[in-house]
């Protein structure tokens, strides 16, 4: 089973942050600037929250806050779930499935952040190693 550091050697994605003092505006524009549905907050180098689509349409959209005056800290989700290096694919698949999140900071033993995995990185990975386990299966049989 693949390591999450295993798997973020192999991610050339650049990560997709903000700080918790800009507008919801930029942050909005920096998702669609990444192609991404959520925007990690740090403070330098440490999570402070993650801000996402789910975030905009419940917490500015819904509530009538203009995004260009609301920051981002006060919309984030502060309380965020988080895994590190030595967490397998298989064990963040279970705390998004349990806590019905859809992106996992990676953080580091300083408690920096070094990456973020998504619902569709995890699905991905699953299936490209389901695939393999087929193959393997398939040419030992065929033996």
Not at 76 to 93: A, D, L, Q, R
């Given at each position: 089973?693949?390591?999450?550091?295993?798997?973020?050697?192999?991610?050339?994605?650049?990560?997709?942050?903000?700080?918790?003092?800009?507008?919801?505006?930029?942050?909005?524009?920096?998702?669609?600037?990444n192609?991404?549905?959520?925007?990690?907050?740090?403070?330098?180098?440490?999570?402070?929250?993650?801000?996402?689509?789910?975030?905009?349409?419940?917490?500015?959209?819904?509530q009538?806050?203009?995004?260009?005056?609301?920051?981002?800290s006060?919309?984030?989700?502060?309380?965020?779930?988080?895994?590190?290096?030595?967490?397998?694919?298989?064990?963040?698949?279970?705390i998004?499935?349990?806590?019905?999140?859809?992106?996992?900071?990676?953080?580091?033993?300083?408690?920096?952040?070094?990456?973020?995995?998504?619902?569709?990185?995890?699905?991905?990975?699953?299936?490209?190693?389901?695939?393999?386990?087929?193959?393997?299966?398939?040419?030992?049989?065929?033996?």
């Amino acid at each position: 089973m693949k390591t999450l550091k295993q798997f973020l050697e192999g991610k050339h994605k650049k990560l997709a942050a903000i700080s918790p003092d800009q507008s919801v505006l930029r942050a909005l524009e920096i998702m669609a600037e990444n192609d991404v549905g959520a925007l990690l907050v740090l403070n330098g180098k440490h999570l402070a929250g993650v801000f996402s689509e789910r975030d905009y349409a419940r917490k500015v959209i819904l509530q009538g806050k203009a995004s260009r005056y609301t920051k981002v800290s006060e919309v984030m989700t502060g309380k965020v779930f988080y895994v590190t290096p030595s967490n397998s694919i298989e064990e963040c698949m279970a705390i998004m499935t349990d806590k019905h999140i859809r992106h996992l900071p990676v953080l580091d033993d300083n408690k920096e952040v070094i990456g973020v995995v998504s619902i569709g990185d995890v699905v991905k990975e699953t299936i490209s190693q389901q695939q393999f386990i087929i193959s393997q299966m398939e040419r030992y049989i065929a033996g």
